[in-house]
Each structure stands twice: as C-alpha cells, then as structure tokens.
C-alpha cells in the first residue's frame, strides 16, 4: 500500500468527515424494490459497500419528491413519510462500518413519463418533449412550482430524520432544475425564463427551501453538469457560471459535476461511458469549475481503477472521486487496498450490464445484488474434496475459483493454449479489449488460489477419471449455431470466425443477427473498421435489439460512421452459390416478400449449442446422472440428490454447456453452485 496514499485521506464536509476520497454515485438499482418500495435486498447491496470501506454511498439515485415524478427507473419515493423506517435501517447498516450515506433527491420534470404509476402528465419548465421517455410535458404553472419547492424540503427533511448524513440535490441530465437552467428546455417569458438569473430562479428557491427545513449543519450537495457535450445543450462557459453562482449561494456543501445530458440515449451515454472510452477523460471538466468554486467538488465518469482515482485527487481535479461501477464489480476496493491486496480487486470492464437491464447485476459478479443469497466472501468447506473442472472460460474458471477458495484441490482442464473461452474472441476488436479483464482476473485469482491448470488438454472420460474426483464440473461451452437455413447452411460463417481472423478490405458481407445481442454487432463493428461493407440484417424491429441503455449509441455510432447498412424485419432464407460470390435470399418477416443480396461472404449469428459429449459421457458412472437441484441451487444450498448408487462422483455441467446464455449466466451458474460444495 502507497503511503500517504490521496485516496486514502479524510475530507471534511461541513459537520461530516468522509474517512476517504472514494464515495458511490446516486443511482436507481433496477429490480431491487419489493412492492414498490426499497427493503432488505437494497440495504445489503449498499451495506456491502460500506463493509468494504467505502467512504460514503449515495442511495437514491433519481429519488423523486413529488408524485407527479415518475418512477421511470425503480427510483426510491422520497416524497412520503412512509420512506422514514427505511431510511433508518439502512443508515444504520452502513454506519456500523463507519460509512456516510446520502440520497440523492429529485423531481424528474419531463424526463419522465404520463402512462405509468399514478398516470400523471410530465412537467416541464415549457411544453418542449424528452425524446428518451417520450413524453410531452405540461408547461410547470406557478402553483406547481410553489408545490414542488416544498416537496424538496419536505424530502430533505425527511432524511435528515431518518438518520441519513446528507443529501445530493440532482440538477443534471435532464432532471427539472437543469430543464430550468437550458434554454433548450426553457422557453419561459416570466421571471423563471430568459436571463441566466431568471432560470436559475427555481434552483435557488429550491435551495432556499432545503435549508430551512434541515438547517445549516447538515450536508447538502447538488449535482450539476461542467459541459453538456452537444451544440444545444449548455457549454463550459455556461455550466462554469451556473455552478458558480449556485456555490455563491452559501447554502451548498458540495457539487458534483459531471459530463453530458440526458436529452437521448445518445447523450445519456455520455453521462454513463461504456468500455472502449477513455478513463478519467472528462476530469478537466470538474477541474474547471473547482478552480471556480470555494467549496469539495465530487466526479465520476469512468474512474474504473484505483490509479485513476489518484491522479483526479493528486492532480486536483476533484476532491472526491465516484467509483460506482467499480464498487459493482467489487465492492471490497478499499478493504483490499488496505490489505495490499490491490492486485486482487475485481475490475470494472465498462461493460455496463449494470446500468441496461431490468435488474442491476454486474456482468461478472454475480453476488451484487443477491448478497442475501450469494455471499461476496466465500468461506471453507466443511470438508475437502477433489474437484474437475472441464473447461477454461468465464464459467470453468470461476467454478475453479471458488471450489478452490472453499479449501478444495481443483485441477482445471483446458483444450486450448489458454485460458478465457469465448472471452477472448469478444476481446479482440479494439473497442472491446477490456472485456477479457474478466479472465484475466479470473485467470489470477486461480493461480493465486493454487489450483492445478492443464492447458492442451482435450479431455476424454479417461483423463477425468485418472484424477479420481468426488466433483467434476463440465463447462465446455458451446458452439456456433448456424442451422437456420432452408439451404446453404455449409456456406455461411459464424460470428466466431469473423472474430478469430482478420477480414479481407473491401469484400461485401451480410450479418444475418437471429440473436439479437451484441454478438452480430461486435463482428460488423470489427468487418466494418478494416474497411469491409458490411450489411447488418435482422427480424427483429431494430439491430441489436437486446441491447439497451448506454450501450447500443457507440455501436450505432462506429457502424454508421463506416457506412454500414441496417436492415430490419427480414429473415435468412437461402444461401447460393454463383460464380465466385454468394447470394442470400431474404424474406420480409411480415409480408413474405422475397429479396436478394449478392455478397462475398455470409455470416450467422444464431447463439451455440451445447458441447456436451463429454457431459453425456461422464453421466453413467455419476451418483446423480448429471442432475441438478434448480430448488437447490437458486437459494444457495448443496447439491445431495443421489440416483446411482453405483456412482463415484458428483457431475455437474454449467454455462453454455446447458444452454446459450451469457457470460453473467455463465458465472451466476458456477458461484451458486460451487458455493455450497
């Protein structure tokens, strides 16, 4: 551990001392409410934070305070004294591990929608539509303003009672009181429009109100935009002198600044930067406004890894930094800095699975958010066993990694040369390349944990059984599934082969995408940047139609950029040969008409099948013939099931070796189950 390491010391903020430089962004974890409302689930996912030394965890992120801001995202309601008991359990889960915690608080205005909830209309400072949520927004009359106000200060209040050390006013991406600041929202003539003091007429008075309710000894910060990044929304010079004179008020404690809006998905993605963007980039946009300002100011945007964080606090671009979805993928960062353990944190790979999907899970640690189930922490085994593993992709090497942290001899068998599996194929476009951090920690924590690798190693029934095991573990993966021709099937490629050699510049290939994932998108990105033209076809409404939140824009952007051709609402037919090219029939998904492509190359994207002979092989002289206890394994408890008496061993088989899922499949599959061995 560095001495007087910047990460490591204390910042005083107003009555509150933060033991360390690293805190946890506002935000809304999808799918942990219970009925509407946070309980158990959300307390120990923002726990576990604190139990890893995480100075400050903000809860909350787009907490509404009022009813007519809807719960778009699984945001906490802010605006009632039911939250109090709440409030006051979680507080006091984190502050046992001497953590602070904060909500943020907010009203979403028109970022919102009209059809869910109580069915009420968006609000805007004027009637100009969100075309992220879709909604047209009612122009916010002065009696809404008066209401609003007093909702802020009724919600801070609130978590001041319930024990709660501070609160993070949100006034950026596209929430109600920036929608005042921007004249591209703000077309007001009155005195909340126009000049730059009439728009910022609601913030103060929503600041006023804050204080009057919480006093002056409790934290409050706001959080704020230093650049919008697009032409229509508000410049440096702007986001300098808002956040300028909001500081200048003497009512704030702290601001938190950040890059991008919330207008579209496109500058959504800004705010939230996935994988292939740069760490840290936008630091000089905080540094700019902390030059201005007398008072700590907060960033997050891709501090993914502890030597990023130390140049933003070493280089005073910030005073504190947000790690969020790194405390996603481990939220023990500062526990295993403390230990000198820095090598050993999980990484944040940018995937963002996170922040795009119904439920918050990191891609490859599936405790977050089930640590009433599945521990961070794995502890040993009651008694010591010999385990195989088959295969060395993310499923094989974390099933390997925690039998062996369970105090189990894991020997692991690998057919390649290395290890990482389908991993290593999604790694190689450049964009992509953080990715294979997950096998590479992976890969490590094995190594670190002793188990017995053997790479080149085809494994044959034989060979399992020489190592005598009472456990083995199948995770062969799959393998490409191109079977969904009526003809020509032998002359079409997989995704894995665009991914595992380098194109031809200047052929023609069409993507057939039956899978709908970011698989297709991957290798059209990767045909497209070497100067291939490449056509992207689909039956669903849209490429990449699993593919949401902060992720499909910079797909969307590289494959226009290089003048790729989208086509929805066509499936694969036939594939022909004439001459030297190919010709793909297409048929409309809803009218049937028929089509052609004449092209140099075919490409399908249809998932895997099971590679699964071995599995089938090693089943007959199992004690449970391969069976698996789904009861069993969802609620964290041994496998016992026994159906051969005459077996010697136990056979599991997980991942892509059942099914085609994914990576955070993969591994969800192996941590349950390896656990309770």
């Given at each position: 551990?560095?001495?007087?390491?910047?990460?490591?010391?204390?910042?005083?903020?107003?009555?509150?001392?933060?033991?360390?430089?690293?805190?946890?962004?506002?935000?809304?974890?999808?799918?942990?409410?219970?009925?509407?409302?946070?309980?158990?689930?959300?307390?120990?996912?923002?726990?576990?934070?604190?139990?890893?030394?995480?100075?400050?965890?903000?809860?909350?992120?787009?907490?509404?305070?009022?009813?007519?801001?809807?719960?778009?995202?699984d945001q906490i309601n802010a605006g009632d004294d039911a939250i109090l008991p709440f409030y006051r359990s979680i507080s006091e889960r984190v502050?046992?591990?001497?953590?602070?915690?904060?909500?943020?608080?907010?009203?979403?205005?028109?970022?919102?929608?009209?059809?869910?909830?109580?069915?009420?209309?968006?609000?805007?400072?004027?009637?100009?539509?969100?075309?992220?949520?879709?909604?047209?927004?009612?122009?916010?009359?002065?009696?809404?303003?008066?209401?609003?106000?007093?909702?802020?200060?009724?919600?801070?209040?609130?978590?001041?009672?319930?024990?709660?050390?501070?609160?993070?006013?949100?006034?950026?991406?596209?929430?109600?009181?920036?929608?005042?600041?921007?004249?591209?929202?703000?077309?007001?003539?009155?005195?909340?429009?126009?000049?730059?003091?009439?728009?910022?007429?609601?913030?103060?008075?929503?600041?006023?109100?804050?204080?009057?309710?919480?006093?002056?000894?409790?934290?409050?910060?706001?959080?704020?935009?230093?650049?919008?990044?697009?032409?229509?929304?508000?410049?440096?010079?702007?986001?300098?002198?808002?956040?300028?004179?909001?500081?200048?008020?003497?009512?704030?404690?702290?601001?938190?600044?950040?890059?991008?809006?919330?207008?579209?998905?496109?500058?959504?993605?800004?705010?939230?930067?996935?994988?292939?963007?740069?760490?840290?980039?936008?630091?000089?946009?905080?540094?700019?406004?902390?030059?201005?300002?007398?008072?700590?100011?907060?960033?997050?945007?891709?501090?993914?890894?502890?030597?990023?964080?130390?140049?933003?606090?070493?280089?005073?671009?910030?005073?504190?930094?947000?790690?969020?979805?790194?405390?996603?993928?481990?939220?023990?960062?500062?526990?295993?800095?403390?230990?000198?353990?820095?090598?050993?944190?999980?990484?944040?790979?940018?995937?963002?699975?996170?922040?795009?999907?119904?439920?918050?899970?990191?891609?490859?640690?599936?405790?977050?958010?089930?640590?009433?189930?599945?521990?961070?922490?794995?502890?040993?085994?009651?008694?010591?066993?010999?385990?195989?593993?088959?295969?060395?992709?993310?499923?094989?090497?974390?099933?390997?990694?925690?039998?062996?942290?369970?105090?189990?001899?894991?020997?692991?068998?690998?057919?390649?040369?290395?290890?990482?599996?389908?991993?290593?194929?999604?790694?190689?476009?450049?964009?992509?390349?953080?990715?294979?951090?997950?096998?590479?920690?992976?890969?490590?924590?094995?190594k670190h944990l002793g188990v017995t690798v053997r790479l080149n190693c085809l494994a044959e029934p034989a060979d399992v059984l020489a190592l005598?095991?009472?456990?083995?573990?199948?995770?062969?993966?799959?393998?490409?599934?191109?079977?969904?021709?009526?003809?020509?099937?032998?002359?079409?490629?997989?995704?894995?082969?665009?991914?595992?050699?380098?194109?031809?510049?200047?052929?023609?290939?069409?993507?057939?995408?039956?899978?709908?994932?970011?698989?297709?998108?991957?290798?059209?990105?990767?045909?497209?940047?070497?100067?291939?033209?490449?056509?992207?076809?689909?039956?669903?409404?849209?490429?990449?139609?699993?593919?949401?939140?902060?992720?499909?824009?910079?797909?969307?952007?590289?494959?226009?950029?290089?003048?790729?051709?989208?086509?929805?609402?066509?499936?694969?037919?036939?594939?022909?040969?004439?001459?030297?090219?190919?010709?793909?029939?297409?048929?409309?998904?809803?009218?049937?008409?028929?089509?052609?492509?004449?092209?140099?190359?075919?490409?399908?994207?249809?998932?895997?099948?099971?590679?699964?002979?071995?599995?089938?092989?090693?089943?007959?002289?199992?004690?449970?013939?391969?069976?698996?206890?789904?009861?069993?394994?969802?609620?964290?408890?041994?496998?016992?099931?026994?159906?051969?008496?005459?077996?010697?061993?136990?056979?599991?088989?997980?991942?892509?070796?059942?099914?085609?899922?994914?990576?955070?499949?993969?591994?969800?599959?192996?941590?349950?189950?390896?656990?309770?061995?």
């Open positions: 551990m560095r001495v007087n390491d910047p990460v490591l010391q204390p910042l005083r903020i107003n009555n509150l001392t933060l033991k360390n430089r690293i805190y946890s962004t506002g935000h809304a974890p999808s799918g942990y409410l219970q009925d509407g409302a946070p309980g158990l689930r959300y307390e120990l996912y923002h726990e576990e934070k604190a139990k890893g030394g995480i100075a400050l965890t903000i809860i909350g992120g787009s907490s509404n305070v009022a009813a007519d801001s809807a719960n778009v995202f502050h046992r591990h001497g953590a602070a915690i904060m909500i943020q608080l907010t009203h979403m205005g028109r970022r919102s929608k009209w059809d869910i909830g109580q069915w009420l209309p968006a609000l805007g400072p004027s009637p100009v539509r969100e075309r992220a949520h879709r909604s047209f927004p009612k122009e916010i009359e002065h009696f809404d303003i008066d209401r609003i106000v007093k909702a802020y200060g009724a919600a801070a209040r609130r978590a001041r009672e319930g024990g709660l050390d501070g609160i993070e006013i949100a006034a950026m991406a596209g929430h109600l009181i920036d929608q005042f600041w921007s004249p591209r929202t703000n077309h007001r003539t009155d005195e909340f429009g126009g000049t730059l003091e009439n728009r910022l007429r609601f913030g103060h008075m929503v600041l006023e109100e804050v204080r009057k309710e919480v006093g002056d000894d409790f934290v409050v910060g706001m959080r704020v935009p230093g650049d919008e990044g697009t032409a229509e929304g508000l410049a440096p010079t702007d986001c300098v002198g808002i956040a300028t004179a909001m500081a200048g008020t003497g009512k704030l404690d702290f601001l938190s600044v950040i890059y991008g809006s919330g207008n579209t998905d496109r500058e959504l993605a800004d705010v939230i930067p996935v994988y292939g963007r740069p760490l840290g980039a936008h630091l000089p946009v905080a540094a700019a406004i902390r030059k201005e300002i007398g008072i700590p100011v907060f960033h997050a945007g891709r501090i993914a890894d502890l030597p990023t964080a130390r140049h933003a606090i070493d280089g005073g671009y910030a005073d504190m930094v947000g790690m969020t979805r790194a405390h996603i993928a481990d939220p023990h960062i500062v526990a295993k800095l403390l230990a000198g353990q820095e090598e050993r944190i999980r990484p944040c790979v940018g995937a963002t699975y996170c922040a795009s999907r119904v439920e918050t899970f990191c891609l490859h640690n599936p405790a977050t958010g089930r640590e009433a189930v599945i521990p961070q922490l794995v502890g040993p085994a009651a008694r010591t066993k010999r385990v195989v593993v088959i295969g060395g992709g993310p499923a094989g090497l974390e099933a390997a990694r925690v039998c062996a942290a369970r105090g189990h001899h894991v020997t692991l068998l690998e057919a390649a040369d290395r290890l990482g599996g389908q991993m290593i194929l999604a790694a190689r476009t450049p964009r992509h390349a953080e990715k294979a951090g997950i096998v590479h920690w992976l890969a490590q924590e094995t005598q095991p009472d456990i083995v573990i199948v995770a062969t993966g799959g393998l490409p599934n191109t079977a969904v021709l009526t003809t020509g099937e032998e002359l079409v490629a997989s995704t894995w082969d665009v991914l595992s050699r380098m194109p031809r510049p200047g052929t023609k290939i069409l993507i057939f995408d039956d899978h709908g994932g970011e698989q297709a998108l991957t290798a059209a990105e990767r045909l497209a940047a070497t100067g291939v033209q490449v056509e992207i076809v689909t039956p669903d409404r849209h490429v990449g139609a699993d593919v949401t939140g902060t992720i499909y824009p910079d797909y969307l952007r590289t494959l226009y950029a290089h003048g790729a051709v989208l086509t929805p609402d066509h499936v694969l037919r036939t594939v022909r040969r004439e001459g030297s090219a190919l010709v793909a029939t297409l048929a409309n998904a809803y009218t049937d008409a028929m089509c052609e492509r004449t092209v140099d190359q075919v490409v399908v994207e249809h998932g895997t099948t099971p590679a699964d002979d071995l599995y089938h092989q090693l089943r007959v002289s199992s004690r449970n013939l391969g069976q698996t206890d789904p009861a069993a394994l969802v609620t964290g408890r041994p496998q016992v099931q026994v159906t051969n008496q005459d077996g010697t061993y136990q056979l599991f088989r997980i991942g892509d070796a059942v099914a085609h899922r994914n990576v955070h499949a993969a591994i969800l599959d192996a941590r349950r189950l390896c656990m309770a061995m």
